[in-house]
């Protein structure tokens, strides 16, 4: 058993999943034009809505008897099933999953459909820069599952959703650790109002390197858990001189 194991999500922390959809949206009006790139987007909202997972396949199923020009809806499968992840990897994001592997046991814990959402992870060049991958519907109601295959005396859970860490550190208490990256849309003030506030907050993948085995042990907890944009007093450099 590993005395420290770390659970890292992977859109917004890992990937740029903002910047994704925004590029894959204007590829699709592209290749689709308007009309049928809004019946796209739609299918997708559906799809997610019912699965509560994003799963671009199923979506494309839907969408497929909807797009009259078949060669159109070959060129947005393509598209979308090989889209180039590798590209859209946060800077400096290895370096943390490197970083990480040095000092415990890294785990990738996502949610999403369970054969899109893995070869998204190796087409950016991820899955192997982790010990292991847990694909998830919903991983706050999985981490005990994950934890029997996984097994170790402590876990940190890094993650870009507060509202996940907040039912996290409440179900398992001291036993996890939980980091919040500010990146992507869960990034703004409003979403750090649940409680309990993560132990600790960062600014972006990166300041991982930064971080030594001790600052994620229990007397490591910010007293004060502070927002994003504020950085934290232990990552704070001196101006140069």
């Known amino acids: 058993m590993a005395d420290l194991a770390f659970l890292v999500d992977v859109d917004n922390t890992l990937i740029d999943n903002e910047a994704v959809k925004a590029d894959l949206a204007a590829r699709v009006e592209g290749v689709l034009g308007a009309a049928d790139a809004a019946r796209f987007w739609s299918a997708y909202e559906e799809i997610r809505r019912e699965l509560d997972v994003v799963d671009f396949p199923r979506t494309l199923e839907r969408l497929a008897p909807l797009v009259g020009d078949a060669r159109a809806f070959a060129r947005l499968a393509a598209l979308v099933l ?45 899955a192997d820069a982790v010990d292991r991958i847990f694909i998830t519907v919903h991983k706050e109601r ?3 599952r994950v934890m029997t295959a996984l097994p170790a005396a402590r876990y940190v859970v890094i993650d870009d959703k507060p509202r996940i ?32 506030l993560p132990d600790r907050t960062i600014d972006s993948t990166a300041e991982v390197v930064h971080l030594p085995r001790e600052a994620f042990g229990p007397a490591a907890v910010a007293a004060e858990p502070r927002a994003c944009g504020r950085q934290h007093p232990a990552l704070a450099r001196p101006p140069r001189t």
């Open 82 to 126: 090989g889209y180039p992840y590798q590209n859209s990897v946060f800077p400096h994001a290895r370096d943390a999953l490197r970083h990480l592997r040095a000092i415990g046991a890294v785990a990738i814990l996502s949610d999403g459909d369970p054969v899109f959402q893995p070869a998204k992870i190796a087409r950016a060049g991820l």
């Open 142 to 144: 999985e981490l005990a």
């Open 165 to 196: 860490l907040a039912l996290v550190k409440s179900a398992f208490g001291d036993r996890v650790f939980t980091l919040h990256v500010c990146q992507g849309q869960y990034a703004h003030e409003s979403e750090h109002r649940t409680r309990p």
